[in-house]
């Protein structure tokens, strides 16, 4: 019962309301009239409880306990609103649901922004609607007082608020003949702020006309023309940008080229935010922009003191993102340029340690040069078809990164080196050369020694010196090159930490996590551990393996400790991969991991390579083997039941028997590829140490034999 008093109460306050309140509101037709038309909503929605409906702030609202009611109360109030604005304005909030979209709206685009602006349109700036609704006393006085004025002020306030409505359209509804036309009509619309953020006619064009590069230029020159060109240029909005600012923002590459070409000195700008267009486009990674703009920044004496203006360490923050980003070239720019950005620390080295990008790998090095002849022959010879192939493109992008990244490198230890004092080696090398031994960089590692080779004898923080790093974190480049080196074989040897770990105890440790992660599943993670321990127990002393450090453990016993959890993954993994073969699952399933797996048991005495994944691979494929046979029987026995009499069925029975060899390629391939290479694809460079032995044997006869014809001769 109350709920039906309320909707009756409602449906008759609601019919009380409906008797021509929307006639009682002027009709508003741009910003001229915004103010007295606000005012006068504003009153008449109080006067009937309905200004809740636009503003949260306002607590009363319609009373209706209905929602159905209160959504009537919503399309009586913006009819209301829509019966109260003229057919230009009306075209723009058409299509809002409610009351409040529509209000917003409405003062998004026509509210002015400050009490100053608002005292010369109460009196002077009114539109042909308006003076209808008015006295024609009261326009005959203003009239009087100032004819040409108000003249001149309302064709201003007409032009500024067509200009504004054309450009709240889609771009692809603007014309050039119409803006022309208001700016010829009137001169200082041009600088007008159409917008409350403080854009003007430009900033609007630059922001919304990436697909009206046409406007952009001719705007453009029409603006050279004109004598105040410069205050145009250079007008900043309220986020105190200018136009280039808009355009680095949004990414018109097209109108911030107009801009610079048009006035460089617009580089020099600075927003709110202390942030020229160049530092701008660092900022949001417009890095093709960036360089752009620095070019030219370069060139312009004002621009190119801005950026020396920044400072060497800002400077270095730039190069450091640059880095960090991939963005190697414009690194490169920036340090060619500014040396000083690359010596204010050690910053920028350790960037490129951390993040040097990785070479081809074992697969990409073998594919590349077929993958690139079959593009070539398929483009028809020449660079036409080159690039087409997807991997083509993938491998060729990371060389051209690799190659850009060398460049930086030699360039900032080159600048480094130039600081370096005589007979003093430079700290900024310590740590870099420390990360490139944690992240196997080996490019890094070495430009560094070829500058500093005393930064070989660096220490890290904890203690730990290039090798043992090289060791704990698995980095096999580092570990050949330091091998390689063989100047302190012999300290390595007998090196402990402070825990009385030596080199084979931090072997038995696990490796990091990211780098277990670099090998598919668990097995093959413990494969390559199980290779790192067997290679450290070669080169170790043989007292070494039953030396215990200050916890009482031996090395197998670290090993063993460290690798339980991983022994049980790879356990788990190899069953998962003998049941995904569920066609042939007897071939591989006799061979599943041994949960009884022991160091060294699961690897060959002879050569330390690990026995399960070869008989992995074995039957993998036997598996395809067997698979293909019983696919080309099956097609066999189709062809000659149906085939003789229906040639044309020979086609699909052919297609259909490799879709089974197709799909367990596909799925299986990769993972043989990872078993052979991790088994029979050696990390440590054996062949070559060889060949260091043989030479460093073949130095110490030639040296031995000198000094016998010395003695000799005596």
Not at 235 to 243: F, L, Q, R, V, Y
Not at 422 to 440: R, S, V
Not at 520 to 529: D, K, M, P, V, Y
Not at 603 to 626: A, E, F, H, N, Y
Request: charged share 25%.
């Amino acid at each position: 019962m109350i709920g039906s008093r309320d909707q009756d109460m409602g449906d008759h306050d609601l019919s009380k309301r409906e008797g021509g309140a929307a006639t009682e509101a002027m009709v508003l037709s741009g910003k001229h009239n915004y103010h007295r038309w606000e005012t006068q909503m504003l009153c008449l929605m109080e006067t009937h409880y309905m200004r809740g409906l636009v503003d949260d702030a306002f607590v009363h609202g319609p009373r209706a306990s209905s929602e159905k009611i209160r959504k009537q109360y919503d399309n009586l109030l913006k009819g209301w609103i829509f019966g109260s604005v003229s057919e230009g304005v009306l075209d723009t909030v058409v299509d809002r649901s409610s009351a409040k979209e529509v209000w917003d709206t409405l003062k998004s685009l026509y509210k002015l922004r400050s009490a100053e602006d608002v005292e010369p349109t109460m009196s002077s700036q009114q539109g042909p609607e308006e003076i209808e609704t008015e006295s024609e006393d009261s326009i005959s006085e203003d009239i009087e007082a100032d004819p040409f004025s108000l003249e001149a002020e309302r064709r201003h306030a007409k032009a500024r608020d067509k200009l504004g409505l054309m450009l709240y359209k889609d771009t692809s509804e603007w014309s050039w003949r119409e803006i022309i036309k208001i700016l010829e009509g009137d001169k200082d619309v041009l600088k007008d702020e159409l917008w409350d953020n403080g854009n003007t006619l430009l900033h609007m064009v630059v922001e919304k006309g990436q697909n009206a590069y046409d406007i952009v230029e001719k705007l453009l020159l029409f603006i050279r023309k004109k004598k105040e060109e410069k205050e145009i240029l250079e007008h900043k909005n309220a986020d105190g940008s200018t136009a280039l600012h808009v355009a680095v923002s949004v990414g018109n590459k097209h109108a911030m080229k107009l801009l610079v070409d048009q006035h460089k000195d617009l580089l020099t700008i600075r927003d709110k935010k202390d942030q020229d267009p160049l530092i701008k486009a660092f900022n949001n990674m417009q890095f093709d922009t960036f360089v752009y703009l620095f070019k030219v920044a370069v060139g312009n004496d004002k621009a190119k003191q801005l950026v020396i203006s920044q400072g060497s360490k800002k400077g270095a923050s730039l190069v450091v993102n640059a880095i960090t980003a991939k963005q190697y070239s414009t690194a490169h720019e920036l340090i060619r340029t500014f040396p000083k950005f690359s010596t204010e620390s050690d910053r920028v080295l350790m960037a490129i340690a951390r993040t040097f990008p990785n070479e081809l790998n074992y697969w990409e090095t073998l594919v590349y040069p077929t993958l690139t002849y079959l593009d070539v022959c398929g483009g028809g010879g020449g660079g036409g078809g080159r690039g087409a192939v997807p991997p083509i493109k993938h491998i060729e992008k990371k060389i051209k990164v690799s190659k850009e990244a060398k460049r930086v490198l030699q360039l900032v230890c080159y600048k480094i080196h130039m600081l370096t004092l005589l007979g003093t080696p430079h700290p900024y090398y310590d740590k870099p050369i420390l990360e490139a031994a944690i992240k196997n960089a080996d490019n890094v590692f070495t430009c560094i020694l070829i500058y500093s080779p005393e930064a070989i004898k660096s220490r890290h923080e904890n203690g730990y010196d290039i090798f043992q790093l090289a060791v704990i974190h698995r980095s096999d480049k580092i570990y050949n090159r330091l091998y390689l080196i063989g100047e302190d074989k012999n300290r390595y040897r007998t090196i402990k930490d402070s825990s009385e770990n030596n080199m084979l105890h931090l072997a038995g440790r696990s490796a990091p996590s990211q780098v277990l992660k670099r090998r598919t599943g668990a097995a093959l993670q413990l494969q390559r551990e199980l290779q790192w321990f067997e290679e450290l127990k070669n080169f170790m002393h043989p007292s070494a393996i039953t030396e215990e450090n200050s916890f009482g453990e031996t090395p197998h016993q670290v090993f063993t400790r460290e690798h339980e959890n991983l022994v049980k993954e790879g356990e788990k993994w190899m069953k998962t991969t003998a049941e995904s073969c569920s066609i042939s699952a007897a071939l591989i399933t006799t061979i599943v991991f041994t949960a009884a797996i022991t160091v060294p048991g699961g690897s060959d005495q002879q050569t330390g390579i690990p026995i399960l994944p070869k008989r992995l691979i074995i039957g993998l494929c036997t598996l395809l083997l067997s698979i293909t046979s019983m696919m080309v029987a099956f097609g066999a026995t189709l062809y000659l039941l149906f085939c003789r009499e229906n040639p044309w069925m020979l086609g699909p029975i052919c297609g259909l028997s490799c879709l089974p060899i197709l799909f367990f390629v596909t799925l299986q391939f990769p993972l043989i590829a990872d078993l052979y290479r991790s088994t029979y694809v050696p990390i440590f460079h054996k062949r070559m140490r060889m060949r260091m032995r043989r030479k460093e044997l073949g130095k110490a006869k030639a040296k031995e034999k000198h000094r016998r014809q010395a003695k000799e001769k005596c």
